[in-house]
């Protein structure tokens, strides 16, 4: 069998995979579906050509297509779809011992934006979750709980947190570069034990558009 007949499979196999798991859960109407990948140059065409055979698969059922793009993605022409959602969090590199913070530093995005325009309509992803980096000896351990304190002999926990001062700096360069939000933004993610570190009043400006 061919790739692309590879790749037809597989988008029908995804679509009617997830309107079973919606029928299900009884979801109701569904407007939207999203594929997450974080796709590079080699893998690119095979990408491409599975969104463009889940739109056609969607369309059919008046479902729209959103993908997830990552800052490194901007540069590229996107894949086949009707929205994106650009996700500005994990910017930095998280097992860098010298990292100040993976999670989101504006000097890590800055470099990404470049153009005016975006060949899709775009939502924004911001990063309201914090997280402990564990080191030993200078070298990655693991990801562990931003509560986590227990560390052994030559450890030692980086403790990351984007704040609420720095996504409003990410959010006014990322709107002034690539405009405001086609449909919102979005905080990522939903729980109240990572929300509670921000205002009411944090979190409203972060999801004004």
Known sequence: RSLEGKEIEFASLIVERLLAM?????????REIQLDCDWTA???????NLCKYVKT???????????????????ETPPPADKGVLMLYNTGALKDPETKNSILNINDVKPYLKQQKYPLYLSYAYPTFGWGVKFKNNSFVSIISADSTCIDVNERIRYERASADEIFKVKELVEKQLGKPENGNILYHLDYSQLKNYSNNEIDKILSF
């Open 42 to 48: 080699s893998l690119k065409a095979i990408y491409s």
């Open 22 to 30: 919606s029928a299900y859960n009884e979801c109701g109407d569904i």
């Open 57 to 75: 698969a969607l369309q059919a059922k008046n479902i729209n297509l959103s993908i997830t793009v990552r800052l490194h993605q901007l540069s």
